[in-house]
């Protein structure tokens, strides 16, 4: 069974970076062709994707937020953690993180999904 | 980036209704269109990836067509649990997996 769950912290300041962990289980990160995703969706918006990482250690990010996002993997923890600098209130969102079991392939696993607010 | 549209942004139908959702993109994308259901305070779900196929234990009213620029979701018969917000998206501008804004279908 695939299951992912995002943590992190749920209020941070503005200039603040934050830092997101996805833990996931049921598969490996070690396996050919998989790959994690984080995409955020800001209250009443749409998705947004914004950083995914391969099992090759491969690492994209969005061409709009790329000077501001690094994503890493810790294989032996089955998690993935997000860092986000420089943040602003505009980045208030619910992130979540999501699995591709193949590289054009779709998001088939979500987690839960967490709440970020960003306020002073 | 590839940008991605989709019509109407929202719609109201009955139960037992024909829903058809259109998603266009801003260039070919040959196949490679995913459509997810999200519920309200829910993650985004799976219904139909590679533009026609079916994600495993989606219910068979939902179908998918298109290829190129032009894709659409068809909800064959709607029922009351399909209240929800669709979102296409495309996975063919790797790893620019751009998103549809999103079609909300109210019954």
């Known amino acids: 069974q695939v299951t992912l769950k995002e943590s992190g912290p749920a209020l941070v300041k503005p200039t603040q970076t934050l830092t997101l962990t996805c833990t996931f289980s049921?598969?490996?990160?070690?396996?050919?062709?998989?790959?994690v995703s984080w995409i955020r969706q800001p209250p009443g918006k749409a998705l947004e994707w914004l950083a995914r990482?391969?099992?090759?250690?491969?690492?994209f990010y969005s061409t709009s937020l790329k000077t501001r996002l690094t994503i890493s993997k810790d294989t032996s923890k089955n998690q993935v953690v997000l860092r986000m600098t420089n943040m602003d209130p505009v980045d208030t969102a619910t992130y979540f993180c999501?699995?591709?079991?193949?590289?054009?392939?779709?998001?088939?696993?979500w987690g839960q999904g967490t709440l970020v607010t960003v306020s002073s | 980036d590839i940008q991605m549209t989709q019509s109407p942004s929202s719609l109201s139908a009955s139960v037992g209704d024909r829903v058809t959702i259109t998603c266009r993109a801003s260039?070919?994308?040959?196949?490679?269109l995913n459509w997810y259901q999200q519920k309200s305070g829910k993650a985004p779900k799976l219904l139909i990836y590679?533009?026609?196929s079916l994600q495993s234990g989606v219910p068979s009213r939902f179908s998918g067509s298109g290829s190129g620029t032009d894709f659409t979701l068809t909800i064959s018969s709607l029922q009351p649990e399909d209240s929800a917000t669709y979102y296409c998206q495309q996975t063919y501008s790797t790893p620019q997996f751009t998103f549809g804004p999103g079609t909300t279908v109210n019954i």
């Open positions: 999501a699995r591709t079991a193949y590289t054009f392939g779709p998001f088939d696993y």
């Open positions: 260039q070919t994308i040959r196949t490679y």
């Open positions: 590679a533009a026609s």
């Open positions: 049921g598969f490996s990160l070690s396996t050919s062709a998989m790959c």
């Open positions: 990482i391969d099992w090759d250690d491969d690492k």
